[in-house]
């Protein structure tokens, strides 16, 4: 089964003082690209980021990822419900049958948490989230047969929390991995 990573980046990030796609460690590296590569090393054999804020400066940071797709959010502004729709659009232009969603704003997420998520939620019917100490958390991976269903439940700044859960996605619990933490500000 192949898988599709999309990382949601279109967000102006003001709590964050810029877009978070622009974003880097301490070490210089854009989080956007700690990101790519934990997607791909867990099992995602394409990777797509979704641009909004700043696409044009966005575009050019993307490109310098190697084969890596941006796809752009014109609506943006709506929310996360925007990029969560424009990413699973993207995907459904790939023969994916699973596709791997995360936040740019993961950058310590490892491969090995992507992988296990992946490995509970592959194949078109697939649903699955990480889960910290029971706390919901990302990378989520969403078959393909619930894309379209995904894209038409979400609205405003939410994801597809509401739709995980009324659907019984399964639970993988990653805390022994990872932390789950996202940085919200700097």
């Not at 995907?91 to 740019?104: E, F, K, L, R, Y």
Request: net charge negative; glycine share 12%; hydrophobic share 50%.
């Amino acid at each position: 089964m192949t898988a599709c990573g999309i990382v949601l980046a279109a967000g102006a990030g003001s709590r964050y003082g810029q877009p978070k796609v622009f974003a880097r460690a301490a070490d210089g590296v854009l989080w956007l690209e700690q990101v790519v590569v934990a997607l791909r090393e867990g099992g995602c054999s394409e990777v797509l980021v979704v641009i909004g804020a700043e696409a044009e400066r966005a575009v050019s940071i993307v490109s310098t990822l190697g084969a890596v797709s941006a796809v752009v959010a014109a609506d943006w502004e709506l929310g996360l419900s925007a990029s969560v729709r424009a990413g699973l659009a993207g995907a459904a232009n790939t023969d994916a049958a699973s596709a791997v969603i995360a936040p740019v704003d993961v950058p310590g997420m490892p491969a090995s948490v992507v992988a296990r998520v992946l490995q509970a939620g592959a194949g078109g019917e697939g649903l699955a989230r990480a889960i910290y100490d029971e706390r919901p958390g990302h990378p989520v991976a969403i078959g393909r047969d619930h894309w379209e269903l995904v894209a038409a439940s979400v609205h405003g700044d939410s994801g597809a929390n509401r739709y995980l859960a009324t659907h019984a996605a399964v639970a993988v619990e990653c805390a022994d991995l990872w932390d789950g933490s996202d940085i919200d500000t700097r």
